[in-house]
């Protein structure tokens, strides 16, 4: 039998009535500054200011793949939302083209700083890919999450050196990890999103209130920051690289 979503009146409602989602805003705040931290921390390995292994020591790949998972899982939670409200195809486009817009931007900057290891699929990068797939998946119900552990699996089980390629390795079925700075493919992080996406439609059907309720007052910025996600993720860290670099300067001098 396949699974709907338990109607009430607000689900209804919700194409008309536009909700607030200030719960969820600020947990996607909690992964971003998190994000910025991390980024700081890198930053400042990267100018020489501490000596850390961002690329092997678990204390920053674990840090790492938890705040990519969070970022992710909020993505799928408010493709929920977006599906729920009954977002018209033109506002989903326009949004779109804003996140490929400025995963491009990404790409194009880490080929300045980063040659060799330059970003060619990282977590926006995957972010667009996702938005697409959420939106055609949307109605799989609670066949979602097993999708998503499908999603999660598969890279364990069938990788092959076809997928080593720059042009390739976004799928994720690759045999080694490509040389890179951020790399986010869709295989497994699909599975996290298309988990986020269930999450979200559950809460929605059952549990609205958990990310409807209104927040403790002193926790209002956050919300505010996680509507600006986009903004706050583009900003930061040519802003962090900015200050780093008047500080390299000043030490020189």
């Keep these: 039998m396949r699974y709907r979503?338990?109607?009430?009146?607000?689900?209804t409602s919700s194409a008309s009535t536009r909700q607030r989602f200030d719960r969820l805003d600020a947990l996607r705040a909690v992964a971003i500054v998190w994000m910025a931290i991390f980024h700081f921390c890198f930053?400042?390995?990267?100018?020489?200011?501490?000596?850390?292994?961002?690329?092997?020591?678990?204390?920053?790949?674990?840090?790492?793949?938890?705040?990519?998972?969070?970022?992710?899982?909020?993505?799928?939670?408010?493709?929920?939302?977006?599906?729920?409200?009954?977002?018209?195809?033109?506002?989903?486009?326009?949004?779109?083209?804003?996140?490929?817009?400025c995963a491009l931007l990404v790409t194009l900057g880490s080929i300045w700083m980063f040659p060799r290891s330059f970003i060619s699929f990282g977590v926006l990068h995957g972010i667009v890919v996702a938005l697409i797939v959420m939106r055609l998946t949307g109605g799989a119900g609670r066949w979602l999450w097993l999708?998503?552990?499908?999603?999660?699996?598969?890279?364990?089980?069938?990788?092959?050196?076809?997928?080593?390629?720059?042009?390739?390795?976004?799928?994720?079925?690759?045999?080694?990890?490509?040389?890179?700075?951020?790399?986010?493919?869709?295989?497994?992080?699909?599975?996290?999103?298309?988990?986020?996406?269930?999450?979200?439609q559950w809460v929605l059907a059952r549990r609205r209130e958990w990310v409807t309720g209104a927040l403790p007052e002193g926790l209002a910025p956050l919300a505010t920051l996680g509507r600006l996600s986009l903004s706050f993720y583009m900003l930061h860290q040519p802003v962090l690289l900015g200050l780093l670099m008047l500080a390299v300067q000043a030490r020189a001098t």
């Design 5 to 11: 979503p338990r109607v009430t009146e607000r689900t």
């Design 43 to 101: 930053d400042l390995n990267h100018f020489g200011f501490i000596t850390q292994n961002f690329y092997s020591d678990p204390v920053w790949t674990l840090q790492r793949a938890t705040i990519v998972s969070l970022f992710l899982f909020c993505a799928g939670m408010g493709q929920a939302i977006a599906l729920d409200q009954r977002q018209p195809w033109p506002r989903f486009w326009h949004r779109w083209a804003q996140v490929a817009g």
């Design 147 to 200: 999708l998503g552990l499908v999603a999660m699996l598969l890279p364990q089980f069938a990788q092959h050196v076809l997928f080593d390629t720059r042009w390739t390795n976004w799928i994720g079925l690759v045999t080694r990890k490509p040389i890179t700075e951020d790399y986010v493919p869709l295989l497994p992080w699909l599975g996290v999103v298309w988990w986020g996406l269930a999450a979200g």
